[in-house]
């Protein structure tokens, strides 16, 4: 009789409870260079569980069965880990991997073109004893194995994984060969492996598939201890028997050895408990007989029955097993007989279950694969509080990164609020993979979760899941976060430097940011975003990822159509219906021209009235008229995409407060005045108030983006300025007298004192009636911008105004209904352009005094979307004020190399009184 040792070692691993599931993280790098690892193998040993690691170095493995894992890390050209890991439900650390050079590996790495005939001989005997049935499994690398001859018996060794193709189960296998020894009558092969499911568009082969696996796990090892665990040996097909005496030789006759040399084993008390969760011991102090009666077998061992017959001795005398009945100490089992005829033809992954079906795939789109693009979003902070701006910076990567100036250059945001409504957008234009803009909170927003979602209408094509979404906090003025900081995280591809590690309160801190090229040669620029966090006002919170962890490729759907429904967009584009006098839609050909009158367009429309015009570039909204009068134009607005059934959540330990946030009155309070921007058309819009002709008119449809009013005026208008003191909105005139820290202490609006902010805000009127009992500021904050029709805005009038006409006038003009009755005008359709970029202002105290008693309590003292740096020109420099918090404060910087390769870097500083 022929004994044969375990066929392929199995490893340790407990994929117990499939219930409960951990994640594995962290990265690999070379030992010496510690420059990462792209494309590692990542995998855990004997399962289809793997992935590879990214252009970082990083990989994230999902969906781990709690408990012990051995975890492999394989590069060609390196020599291999295997390591094993604890997996838990939650916090688990990142693991760092580095992987050392095998010059003896690189050196044979190589294909052999010339083999002579007695290593062919002898490949095909080594084929036969490691893959069993060579019919439907092949071996695709065989010239990576050489052959020793010693004392009888043969090596094989193979530098390199070898990759076998199992088309009878319908898996590619990379097998790390540790050692292999065999002879005539015995073999040990020892090995990691990792299983790739196969692909198959025929539901015929998917079938088989199924029925093949379900075969190979009916009888085998795995299958024998699963029944014993679940005490069901006989109702799943097994016998289990031991000799009665001294183990004698086997005759034909299985009824003559049950009458004289065998006794069935009772199983019920076999099993005990193991040494962790969910492993089990099975006691097998003597070798066993094993008979599965499920599978007929001619010619069978006896030649009375036709059972599968096979034989297990254990050494240590007990089978550890999991509930699964996966043998966990494979080394200490020696199995012989039919259960090892199939060798690695027949050995299904570890995670494989009884009742899994292959399912026949629709063929892939690979031209949706090439022309995938990913957006991420670099937010200020993590969480904020009403009245705060949110301030983003947009990344684009490409599968493809030559086709940048090939695919969209139009990015919608959106900010989906607690109720998932969106509450405001944005449309940005992108130029070379960027955008930045922002949103305001207003100071009556409700606290709770928010959602930042970013996507091109490109990226509707592979659906919602592509989409970039973020998850944010509003907190309320009496809240706060009660957690650790966290470390800094450094890059190796970006240094930060600070000119000073403390720093007293209002002083310049200059920063330097630096490409470091000396473990990645390639890398020649970067493009960043910059934010400066005050760590005693908002923390920083692992939970909300960065862009190296946001930026990864998600597979296309394979349901996805090769006709794509949504365009490439190059800028704006127009959608609408035509309808003739009659209100008919027909086909015809239309002349289009914006308000500015700068361009004209042919448009021609289908059968049932509609047309399009792409590619257009325009800020705020506008009017397109149609030359001619005979008919009407309706502008189509895109429906915003439809939202994923969970949202992404950040978890934060918010905590009730005694002291009130505080919201830094001097964030534009004390910035750089700027030059007045005139707003003009050439279309006069007649003014409607008593005193003039307005100096700047606003048109509501040029405002629609905003969250107010007030918002839309210090955007539009940088000469003006909002403050808040805690109580109210102000908004103050460059022209006004220059407010200083003693009109914070006034406690009534509107009166015109030089001791308080209302004292420097211009006159409100609201349809020509002017608002009294609280600051223009506060009033205009409450206004929204779809509800007004135009803005007059008139400088320094003293007739009938008064001293309080000094600072201006603003007269608001909300749309009324009969507007458009009176219109007799060409017909029109209101389309919304691009949103423009607002400026992150910060005070310059080299210019404004230090000693003022207006306390500065910004949060994000800096704040910077575009930041270049390039690897052959010096440091990158860029400044800004520390406030008067004392405290730490966290430099963040995110970022993109020329190369693709996302940059997270951190580091900090501390301000002193």
């Given at each position: 009789?022929r004994?044969?040792?375990?066929a ?15 994640t ?43 408990g012990?894992a ?33 010059a ?25 004893v ?15 194995i ?6 009888g ?12 193709d ?11 060969l ?9 073999y ?16 015929t ?6 029925k ?20 069901k ?35 019920t ?15 097998l102090?003597?070798r ?5 009666r ?33 043998i966990?100490n ?6 012989s ?24 795939q ?16 670099h ?11 949110l ?7 490409y ?7 090939t695919?969209s ?31 305001r ?23 919602i899941d ?12 009496n ?5 650790k ?16 590690p ?23 620029a ?46 704006i ?22 308000e500015?009158?700068?361009h ?21 909204s ?40 505080m919201?830094?009155?001097a ?73 200083n ?33 609280e ?17 007059e ?14 600072n ?5 003009y ?36 230090t ?12 704040w ?5 740096v390039?690897a ?10 520390t ?15 020329n ?15």
């Amino acid at each position: 009789m022929r004994f044969f040792m375990a066929a392929v070692l199995l490893v340790s691993i407990c994929l117990g409870s499939y219930a409960q599931t951990g994640t594995i993280s962290g990265r690999v790098v070379d030992a010496k260079t510690l420059e990462p690892l792209p494309f590692t193998n990542v995998y855990v040993n004997n399962t289809t569980m793997g992935v590879v690691t990214n252009a970082s170095g990083e990989f994230v493995l999902h969906n781990l069965p709690l408990g012990t894992a051995d975890i492999v890390f394989s590069f060609i050209g390196y020599i291999s880990q295997q390591v094993k890991v604890t997996v838990k439900a939650t916090a688990n650390s990142p693991m760092a991997i580095q992987l050392t050079a095998d010059a003896q590996q690189v050196a044979e790495v190589n294909v052999k073109a010339g083999r002579d005939k007695a290593w062919e001989k002898q490949l095909k005997r080594f084929e036969k004893v490691f893959l069993g049935n060579t019919a439907d499994c092949k071996l695709l690398n065989p010239w990576a194995i050489d052959f020793v001859d010693e004392k009888g018996s043969t090596i094989a060794k193979a530098s390199i994984p070898l990759e076998i193709d199992n088309r009878k189960l319908g898996y590619k296998l990379f097998f790390q060969l540790k050692s292999a020894t065999y002879s005539t009558t015995e073999y040990s092969i020892v090995g990691t492996t990792r299983f790739i499911e196969l692909e198959t568009t025929s539901a015929t082969e998917a079938r088989h598939w199924t029925k093949e696996r379900e075969q190979a796990y009916g009888g085998s090892a795995k299958h024998l201890m699963k029944s014993i665990l679940d005490r069901k040996l006989s109702l799943f097909g097994f016998g289990l028997y031991r000799d009665k005496g001294k183990a004698k030789p086997r005759t034909k006759s299985f009824t003559f050895e049950i009458e004289h040399n065998l006794a069935p084993v009772d199983t019920t008390s076999l099993v005990t408990s193991g040494p962790a969760m969910n492993e089990y011991r099975i006691a097998l102090k003597e070798r066993v007989e094993v008979h599965y009666r499920k599978e007929f077998i001619y010619p069978s061992f006896y030649a009375d029955v036709s059972d599968a017959v096979s034989w297990l001795e254990v050494r240590g005398g007990y089978v550890l097993i999991n509930k699964e009945g996966t043998i966990l100490n494979p080394t200490d089992v020696a199995i012989s007989g039919n259960m090892t005829d199939a060798r690695l033809s027949g050995m299904l992954p570890l995670d494989y279950k009884p009742g899994d079906f292959v399912i026949a795939q629709k063929p892939i789109n690979h031209s949706a694969r090439r022309l995938q693009e990913k957006v991420y979003l670099h937010t200020d902070k993590p969480y904020y509080y009403p009245g705060d701006k949110l301030w983003f910076s947009a990344y684009m990567t490409y599968r493809l990164p030559e086709l940048i100036d090939t695919l969209s250059r139009v990015l919608y945001v959106d900010l989906i609020d607690a109720n998932r409504m969106v509450s405001q957008s944005r449309v940005l234009p992108l130029d070379s993979g960027r955008a930045a803009s922002s949103f305001r909170f207003p100071v009556t927003v409700p606290p709770g979760k928010y959602v930042l979602r970013a996507y091109t209408q490109w990226m509707k094509n592979y659906g919602i899941d592509h989409f970039f979404y973020k998850p944010i906090a509003v907190l309320a003025l009496n809240q706060r976060v009660d957690e650790k900081t966290t470390r800094p995280v450094s890059d190796s591809l970006l240094k930060i430097v600070v000119d000073k590690p403390v720093y007293p309160t209002r002083n310049q801190v200059k920063m330097t940011l630096r490409l470091d090229t000396t473990e990645s040669a390639s890398v020649m620029a970067g493009s960043f975003s910059v934010a400066v966090l005050d760590e005693a006002d908002v923390l920083s919170n692992a939970e909300s990822g960065s862009i190296k962890t946001g930026f990864d490729f998600l597979e296309p759907p394979r349901d996805m159509p090769l006709v794509y429904d949504y365009p490439i967009e190059k800028g704006i584009t127009l959608d609408g219906i035509y309808s003739d006098k009659k209100g008919k839609v027909k086909k015809s050909t239309l002349t289009l021209l914006p308000e500015d009158l700068s361009h004209i367009y042919q448009a021609t429309t289908h059968n049932d009235g509609t047309f399009s015009l792409a590619n257009l570039a325009f800020y705020d909204s506008t009017k397109f008229f149609m030359q001619s009068p005979e008919g009407s134009i309706q502008v189509v607005t895109k429906e915003p995409p439809r939202l994923p059934e969970k949202l992404p959540d950040l978890p934060l330990h918010i905590v009730s407060s005694t002291a009130l946030h505080m919201i830094a009155a001097a964030d534009t309070l004390q910035g750089k005045r700027l030059a007045e921007v005139k707003v003009s058309a050439k279309k006069i819009i007649q003014s409607e108030n008593s005193y003039g002709q307005a100096d700047v008119t606003i048109k509501g449809e040029s405002i629609e983006g905003f969250a107010t009013i007030a918002d839309a005026i210090a955007s539009k208008l940088p000469s003006f300025r909002l403050v808040y003191d805690q109580t109210d909105w102000y908004l103050i005139w460059a022209r006004a007298s220059t407010p200083n820290s003693r009109d914070l202490s006034s406690q009534k609006p509107n009166i015109a004192s030089k001791n308080n902010l209302s004292a420097h805000e211009p006159n409100l009127y609201i349809n020509n009636v002017l608002v009294v009992g609280e600051t223009a500021g506060s009033r205009l904050m409450q206004l929204s911008p779809t509800l007004i029709d135009h803005i007059e805005i008139n400088g320094m009038i003293t007739s009938n105004q008064g001293a309080s006409g000094s600072n201006g006038l603003i007269n608001v003009y909300t749309k009324r209904p009969s507007d458009d009755a009176k219109s007799k005008g060409l017909p029109f359709g209101k389309v919304r352009g691009f949103d423009r970029e607002s400026t992150f202002r910060s005070p310059d105290y080299t210019y404004q005094s230090t000693t003022s008693d207006a306390k500065d309590y910004r949060s994000t003292l800096y704040w910077n979307p575009r930041v270049n740096v390039k690897a052959t020109q010096p440091p990158t420099t860029l400044s800004f004020f520390t406030s008067d918090q004392s405290g730490r404060y966290r430099i963040v910087v995110e970022g993109i190399t020329n190369n693709g390769t996302p940059v997270h870097a951190e580091t900090t500083f501390v301000v002193n009184e």
